[in-house]
């Protein structure tokens, strides 16, 4: 136990190594382990209970806007994959493939033409209209880039929707619908701010007419896409032959949706709220709210325990409450425990805190440690989850504020990106330009807002600027 | 419309050709689809709507018993999966390989070796036990036996609980809890009568030490496994070397079981259930418990919707309930459709309905048709429903009775299985015994039941009787 006592805490500052900093958080926090099978990772149980939380919390709001759960073949034919030409071009370079006697299949590096062909079947008369249906499964990528747990891994999980419309309209609502949801996931659920928009040509979907997406800043000064929902128009529809026959009798093409988040929001909640003490989870998201930590000493277990057991039955109506039981670790093992594990708030009860009808509450972002009255600990504990859930998402929005500056010239913008900030600048439009600016810093336009004014500033390639962007090196 | 009218309804009575019947049923519901990969299905939203009504109360179960949820790679690099011999051989011949620069690696046909694997890792000291791990995934069996939806995929889904123990009694406790877990599932949920007990060493899961497991009887007289729980002793915990430091200082091997339930209980839904008129889904298992059907004529639209929006609110709290408010479609079709889709509960609410203060209820097991009055049609329903759970049950018990015949003989034995019943009958305990009885009926020991008392009956070789056992064909 010694031993383990010695290497249970970070030892790697944030500040000073993120790279770092987050693969010790992750592994020690038991959120992830690498895997024998390069690229790929282990979820472990507290990983895996933080993406059942972000898939219950999303997959009510999807089922509360109509849409549907099912599941598709892992295995897609290559011929599928072949017939919207982008979308081939843009994924068999990551495709891993098994073969049959008669055929080539891709494992699933998206889903669209396995899906697509289906609807095809399905899709008859206006009355099947709209299909609003979503996925949640395992995907596979093998692509060669450097891999990092939860942010880019060979496998991994996500849900992907898919819809399919009798209007344009309807499709375009579609999108922006399904991006408010996922702005709604990951701002008042994960606390995480982000940057709403649509993504340069480049950067778009194969196969999409565009692509909206959010965008988050990580402390290492790199984007993350935090979620992406396309517009595929008519791509897929035309090369499936996705018809159908309206109520004035003629026969038309449909519009679809596709979109998704993944695992990799797991990696964001740990690279955005962690510090040095270990993972900090937005109480919204936290599949544990509060760990009860007794402090006893022989004679007076029983007492502390039975307390202990009684706050726990009192809070676990409203919030999943732990009662850290133990013999065999000390309180102070417990409390670092607890604190690389990111739980929002612990409770510690011990002989005087009985004696005083209080607990000692000690809250995980700020560290804040003060007692409170038995008799008012539901309130008490309600009041200081939203609180901090409030500031957690205040924190992440100032660091993002902080980092993001105006650049105007091209020095200033290789300045920006040199020193991890994000950079807001007017762009031309021109796809020539957007690849200068990508071979010369390594970043590239994350996100183009929506609903933006005229610039009238100068692009920095000294062109005129058709709108303003945002432009960062990404995961 | 009309053309679809035509095909709506099941046109293959169960009771003349089970097979089409079944896929007959499978398609119409819209449950599941054939897929372009041969012997993969597609779920379709009503699927995997139970598939997530069947997951749900496994996993709470499972929580409540303390297992946790993971998720491991998909890929499982083969080295790994020869460690264990017999392991290797029982599942070698039913994998997909993919293959990189260095390695091949099997795509995952059950997930042992990865998890042991890392759990080697894990383990370090009695503290770190027990572990009790599930994973909800795809698995791929690429056997080229016949396939058919639900029942035997190339794809399909399951969970596979993974546990880990400091004694051999520890494991055997595991292994009889989640059976349990199992049995309450499919006989309380499911409405499914199954037998427990024991495999034979022939049936016995590949690097167990034994295999209990669950049958049940299907209409055309085959068994269906409907789950296994399995000890693996120590074989896998030797070839993985997964060891722990007990309290007493001394390190030691641990004992470690297996189980899963599959996709493959939505396939015993159907077929044990099912009828003339489609899928009969118990109440407790039900995605939807009660569809409203309007009844209208053009006046009286306001005043009967407006009924039918209050009756799905009183009833919201404790049922999920649709109000099929389609203008497109006649409440005759609909009618079907809920039939067909087997949802538990109808109510009709026309009219005259209204002027009664009451709903036409009809029960679709029975097909019963009753009025009920509004004002109690939460008791109504919900009497309902606990009666049609428990009447599905007797009726799935009773079928299961009625053909089961006791055999004393070869000859027996023969005519039973050849008229579709299973047999109950003594065994000598002989493998060869036990493969003849193979080679000459195409039909196999399902299960050994627990706890029996010693046979004083010959085995149908004319050897002393060991045990009894049931014997069938089986999927």
């Known amino acids: 136990m010694e031993g383990k006592k010695e290497t249970q805490g970070i030892t790697i500052r944030k500040s000073e190594n993120v790279p770092e ?5 992750v592994l020690k926090s038991q959120m992830a382990d690498f895997s024998p099978i390069g690229g ?5 149980p507290h990983g895996y209970a933080v993406w059942e939380s972000i898939q219950a919390t999303l997959d009510r709001m999807l ?8 599941y ?4 897609i034919p290559e011929k599928f994959l072949k017939k919207e030409a982008e979308h081939f071009e843009g994924f068999v370079p990551e495709v891993a493939w098994i073969e049959d006697e008669n055929e080539r299949y891709a494992i699933r590096p998206t889903s669209e033409t396995i899906m697509y062909d289906a609807y095809s079947k399905w899709i008859r008369s206006w009355r099947d209209l709209p299909v609003l249906i979503n996925q949640w499964c395992n995907i596979v990528r093998w692509e060669t880039k450097v891999t990092k747990i939860f942010l880019r891994t060979r496998e991994f999980l ?4 898919h819809t399919v419309h009798a209007t344009k309209e309807e499709a375009e609502e579609e999108v922006m619908k399904i991006l408010g949801l996922y702005t709604k996931l990951v701002e008042d659920y994960l606390a995480i701010p982000v940057l ?3 993504k340069s040509k480049a950067e778009t979907f194969p196969g999409a007419d565009y692509t909206t997406c959010m965008e988050s800043l990580m402390p290492d000064g790199k984007a993350l896409q935090m979620g992406t929902s396309h517009n595929l128009g008519q791509h897929f529809s035309k090369v499936f032959d996705i018809k159908y026959l309206d109520k004035d009798g003629k026969e038309k093409g449909v519009y679809q949706t596709s979109w998704g988040v993944t695992t990799r929001l797991i990696g964001a909640l740990i690279m955005v709220h962690g510090d040095d003490k270990g993972l900090v989870l937005p109480p919204r998201i936290a599949p544990i709210h509060v760990a009860i930590v007794p402090i006893i000493f022989d004679k007076d277990k029983k007492k502390v325990f039975s307390e202990c057991e009684k706050v726990k039955k009192r809070l676990e109506g409203d919030y999943t409450v732990h009662f850290d039981d133990r013999d065999s670790y000390s309180a102070g093992w417990k409390f670092n425990e607890w604190e690389l594990k990111g739980v929002p708030i612990r409770l510690e009860i011990g002989p005087k805190d009985v004696a005083k ?3 000692v509450m000690v809250r995980r972002d700020t560290g804040e440690k003060r007692p409170v009255k038995l008799s008012g600990i539901e309130q008490a504990v309600s009041k200081e989850l939203e609180s901090m859930q409030k500031a957690m998402f205040r924190k992440a929005r100032k660091f993002m504020d902080d980092n993001t500056v105006e650049t105007k010239t091209r020095a200033e913008l290789k300045k920006a990106i040199k020193e991890g900030k994000m950079a807001k600048m007017a762009w031309c439009g021109d796809a020539g330009c957007e690849e200068d600016i990508k071979d010369e810093t390594a970043a590239t336009i994350r996100v183009i807002p929506f609903n933006q004014k005229k610039t009238s500033s100068k692009c920095v390639c000294g062109k005129k600027g058709c709108c303003t962007v945002y432009v960062s090196r990404a995961y």
């Open 196 to 198: 709403t928009g649509k």
């Open 21 to 25: 900093w987050y693969n010790e958080v």
């Open 357 to 359: 009808k209080q607990a």
């Open 40 to 44: 790929c990772m282990t979820i472990r």
């Open 63 to 70: 089922k509360d806007t109509g849409h549907k759960n099912a």
């Open 72 to 75: 598709f073949p892992m295995f």
């Open 158 to 161: 996500w849900q992907e929707g």
